[in-house]
């Protein structure tokens, strides 16, 4: 399989080839029998079965060579049903063969793009060292029995803190207007649920940031710029599958990284992380902390607003246009 016959775009790619013949007779016919599967084709619109007694329409088919030199596409069901186990042997080589250049086509273009991510990537390390101290810096604020309390509840999706009030003066008439409860006991005394603070960017609290960061992205990318183009054809089956795997989830998983980054951003506000004496969080140690966020968060409304890691990768993808 030295050649290329990745490129049939059309039925005419296939016409135009020296020895292709859109109709011919095989076993038991003639004297004719299937050779080579050359390569899958897949068009836009139906072909004819090249095979004269089948004719059939497909989308999907093979090209095939034949015992007297000649080529022809034919469907994968004929194949099976004319040409039986060889044809599908070699079809499964050739399917193998297509997958394994794709996948190749795949890493090579990861590999090709990082240049162009350099400070994209940096500025996901940036945003993971920095929210990764401040979380130290929380954990030693409020202690770890108050951040265990509160990834129990960033993982039951408890962002709303509220607290239970009994009903008093109007609300307690209003109460009894609209119920026929008796008046007048006192332990399942009319209350309500009152809101006291709403909790934010708790998906950060939950995630598990270095994983997400790190080890799925980060990490793999790095090995990946180290890896040279044209040795990636000669990496071992399973090392290509996965990696090419892999490198088809990187856009998503850039997303998932910048949606928890602005979470953990949520997250880390000056009046965020004072909301979390409601949640028995002491108001001492914190203090310090909330006093500090306050700062920062001054400092940035004076001076420009600092690049998100959204922004960073806005400008990449500019800059990949203006390559092109
Ligand atoms: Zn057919």
Not at 120 to 145: S, V
Not at 223 to 233: F, I, Q, W, Y
Not at 242 to 271: C, D, H, M, Y
Not at 291 to 320: G, H, M, N, W, Y
């Amino acid at each position: 399989m030295d050649q290329d016959y990745t490129h049939f775009e059309s039925y005419e790619d296939l016409l135009a080839r020296e020895g292709f013949r859109p109709r011919l007779e095989f076993h038991p016919q003639g004297e004719r029998k299937m050779s080579d599967v050359l390569w899958p084709y897949k068009f836009l619109e139906k072909v004819n079965c090249g095979i004269s007694v089948c004719r059939q329409l497909h989308y999907h088919g093979y090209l095939i060579t034949t015992s007297d030199g000649l080529e022809t596409g034919i469907g994968v069901d004929c194949g099976r049903k004319y040409f039986g186990l060889k044809f599908t042997r070699q079809r499964q080589r050739v399917d193998q063969e297509v997958a394994r250049r794709q996948r190749i086509r795949a890493v090579k273009g990861m590999i090709d793009q990082l240049p162009a991510m350099v400070s994209t990537l940096a500025q996901i390390k940036a945003d993971y060292q920095d929210l990764q101290d401040q979380k130290q810096r929380l954990m030693g604020a409020i202690g770890p029995g108050i951040y265990a309390a509160l990834k129990q509840r960033a993982e039951k999706d408890g962002a709303k803190i509220t607290r239970i009030v009994r009903l008093i003066g109007k609300d307690l008439e209003a109460y009894y207007a609209t119920t026929n409860k008796p008046k007048g006991r006192q332990d399942d005394a009319p209350h309500r649920e009152e809101l006291i603070a709403t909790l934010e960017g708790l998906a950060f609290v939950r995630a598990r940031m270095k994983d997400v960061l790190i080890t799925n992205l980060l990490e793999p990318l790095q090995a990946l710029s180290k890896c040279k183009p044209d040795e990636v054809g000669q990496w071992k089956v399973r090392e290509l599958q996965k990696t090419a795997k892999w490198v088809g989830e990187v856009p998503q998983n850039l997303i998932k990284v910048q949606e928890l980054i602005a979470a953990g951003r949520r997250f880390f506000t000056s009046e965020n992380i004072a909301n979390l004496v409601h949640i028995g969080a002491p108001a001492g140690p914190l203090a310090q902390f909330v006093a500090d966020l306050k700062t920062e968060e001054q400092k940035r409304t004076i001076t420009a607003p600092a690049i998100s890691p959204v922004r960073a990768l806005d400008s990449f993808e500019e800059k990949e246009e203006i390559n092109e």
